[in-house]
């Protein structure tokens, strides 16, 4: 994806893309030019879903917090978010089918097996894990 820098400041910068999405990125006086060229990539693939209405957000305006309290509050997930995690890679799927079209089956049966043993250990319910789950 194209992207061009808009804003420059000594603290962060405005990049646009060329479908209209935009990021605001911080920089650090450390930062090289392969820093920020990833980083503008980065910031891109960030999910950009927005929420239906401000009173989603899971924080609320002007919400206080305290970084050494957050940083030790376990991050969960529910069981779409670690089936996703726990899946085989998406590229090892994709050569495990088109093995399977060449006449090899091996690698596919493989994967399925890893596949279901992460909907067993994942089932679909109001269960959440924690990174030490996964």
Same mark, same amino acid.
């Given at each position: 994806?194209?992207y061009k ?5 000594? $603290? $962060?910068?405005k !990049? %646009?893309?060329?479908?209209?999405k935009w990021?605001?990125i ?5 930062d090289?030019e392969?820093t920020?060229?990833?980083r503008a990539a %980065?910031y ?9 209405k401000v ?8 919400? %206080?917090?305290?970084?050494s309290d957050?940083?030790t509050?376990p991050i969960?997930f529910? &069981?779409? %978010?670690?089936?996703? +995690? $726990?899946y085989?890679? +998406?590229?090892?799927?994709m050569?495990?089918g &088109?093995k !399977?079209?060449?006449?090899?089956s $091996?690698?596919?049966?493989? +994967?399925?097996?890893? +596949?279901?043993?992460v #909907?067993d250990?994942?089932? #679909?319910?109001?269960k959440? &894990? ?5």
């Open positions: 994806m194209k820098v808009t804003e420059l400041t000594t $603290s $962060s910068m !990049v %646009e893309y060329d479908d209209g990021s605001t911080p920089l650090a006086k450390t090289t392969n920020l060229r990833s %980065e891109y693939n960030v999910p950009a879903t927005p929420y239906d009173s989603d957000v899971p924080l609320a305006l002007n919400f %206080e917090g305290d970084t957050d940083l509050t969960t529910n &069981y779409k %978010e670690a089936r996703a +995690i $726990s085989p890679a +998406i590229g090892d799927q050569d495990a &088109y !399977v079209r060449l006449g090899d $091996s690698e596919q049966t493989a +994967i399925d097996v890893k +596949i279901k043993a #909907k250990k994942y089932p #679909k319910n109001d959440t &894990y924690t990174f030490s789950d996964l």
